[in-house]
């Protein structure tokens, strides 16, 4: 597989074949089958990467920004669902890592045998009313790639709040693509054990924005990247008046097109660092490259494109899923506010 971003170490080179290989070798199309998402899920864990990018103090792998980017771009590649839930799970254990009430639950995580969704409560998928104690309404849309999470609110005042599963009742939902991220719908129970939510205080909430604003990014280059080199081989081996595919001018420019937008993707995804205007773009830019990468993709296939025996049209539809799971519009209107010092909205406040 190709790599069309900045020159990488030799051991964030030996980490991409790695991962390159690990996904060939099991050569799996994920559905929503809980037991192959969770055994790969557990396989990725056993070789340090689920969380790789988390802090040593906390049992991650200690791995810096560059490195974990390149292990999410190239598991966006192969299973994006698993990307983004390993991306969830570092902003979860950025979070809940310091904290010793859940030093079991961030071990399970680090070792994929329990699943946290991160949301943000800027997100327009979240319809959350707080009063006191009591914790109200619901999530439209979470992507654990797991049957039975925790749920982690990331709140605008530097708060969270941890829902673990018996505090929530979940329904599957349709989406266009992820599969393998187990995409469900929340509604909070009427009534909770206090032990089932858990309310923290002083979170670098802008922290954990950044890490699952980088990890999307990272994901969605992955999803181009794919795409692009799927295109590629296609072109190459695909022959028309007496030659192949990329004896066209046409065609040698839309694949150069795609290629372009992917290495601009990339690069973005992988130069970002703690600035939320900078983390805002990365994620947006590059989940809007990876559905116009994907879709050209997908046209340089021509009819065979549409076929579910080529992989081009279920990277359009898993670009399409991911930019929705991460909601770019409402980060880029919160980012917005924070731009011109407005502050975050209020809950109830339109942003």
Known sequence: ?????????????????????????????????????????????????????????????GADRVTTAVAMERLGRAWPALGWAATQAHAAVDVLGGDDRFSDLVAAVHTAAAAIAVVDTASRQVRLVGSGEALNGSVDRIDPAAEAPYLLLLRDDDTAVLVGP??????????????????????????????????????????????LRRGAAAVAAGIAGAA??????????????????TALPTV???????????????????????????????????CDAAIEVAAAALQSHGGY?????????RYLRD????????????????????????????????S
């Not at 692009?228 to 595919?245: I, V």
């Not at 494109?305 to 049209?313: D, H």
């Not at 899923?321 to 339109?350: F, K, N």
């Open 1 to 61: 597989m190709s790599w069309l971003g900045p020159a990488l170490d030799e051991e964030q080179r030996d980490l991409a074949a790695m991962l390159d290989v690990f996904a060939l070798d099991r050569d799996v199309v994920l559905s929503d089958d809980a037991d192959i998402v969770s055994g790969l899920a557990t396989e990725l864990a056993g070789l340090g990467i689920w969380t790789i990018g988390t802090d040593e103090r906390y049992g991650g792998g």
């Open 252 to 286: 040698r420019q839309s694949l150069l097109d795609q290629a372009t937008r992917t290495a601009v993707a990339l690069a973005a995804a992988l130069a970002v660092d703690e600035d939320s205007v900078q983390t805002s773009a990365a994620m947006r830019h590059a």
């Open 166 to 211: 018996e505090a929530m009742t979940t329904r599957p939902l349709d989406r266009m693509g992820l599969d393998g991220a187990l995409t469900r719908s929340v509604r909070f129970a009427e009534t909770v054990s206090p032990d089932t939510v858990h309310r923290l205080n002083d979170v670098d909430v802008a922290a954990a924005r950044t890490r």
């Open 319 to 350: 670009a399409v899923s991911l930019r929705a799971a991460t909601d770019t519009q409402a980060a880029a209107a919160l980012t917005a506010r924070t731009l011109v010092g407005s502050g975050p909205p209020r809950e109830g406040e339109a």
């Open 305 to 313: 494109g549409y076929l579910t025996e080529y992989p081009a049209e």
């Open 228 to 245: 692009a080199d799927a295109a590629a081989a296609y072109a190459a081996g695909r022959h028309q008046f007496g030659g192949p595919l």
